[in-house]
Nanobody
Framework: QVQLVESGGGLVQPGGSLRLSCAAS????????MGWYRQAPGKQRELVAT???????NYADSVKGRFTISRDNAKNTVALQMNSLKPEDTAVYYC????????????WGQGTQVTVSS
């Protein structure tokens, strides 16, 4: 079992910044991908950014150039630095950890609310 705990959400004005963090604990195996998804009211959950154990990253087009994902493999943490935030970034952000080889797993955090509003 892997537990993921997010922190760092909140209310920010348009153009502002927030940093989300996620700490993983439990039966963690390397390599595994970590990342962030988000879900806005009335919309499907969508990919925001992912990062592999080797540091390869992938971003949704809507956040490229504004968000940066990073991880610390030694501490089993992943972070999402969000700059130039827009009202359309408002959503619940979920951290996840995914491993596609044995032992396979896919775990999600409880989510943290990000609200971008003036």
């Amino acid at each position: 079992q892997v537990q993921l705990v997010e922190s760092g959400g909140g209310l920010v004005q348009p153009g502002g910044s927030l940093r989300l963090s996620c700490a993983a604990s439990g039966r963690i195996f390397s390599p595994h991908t970590m990342g962030w998804y988000r879900q806005a009211p009335g919309k499907q959950r969508e990919l925001v950014a992912t990062i592999t154990s080797a540091g390869s990253t992938n971003y949704a087009d809507s956040v490229k150039g504004r968000f940066t994902i990073s991880r610390d493999n030694a501490k089993n943490t992943v972070a999402l630095q969000m700059n130039s935030l827009k009202p359309e970034d408002t959503a619940v952000y979920y951290c996840y950890a995914d491993r596609t080889v044995w032992p396979k797993y896919n775990y999600w955090g409880q989510g943290t609310q990000v609200t971008v509003s003036s």
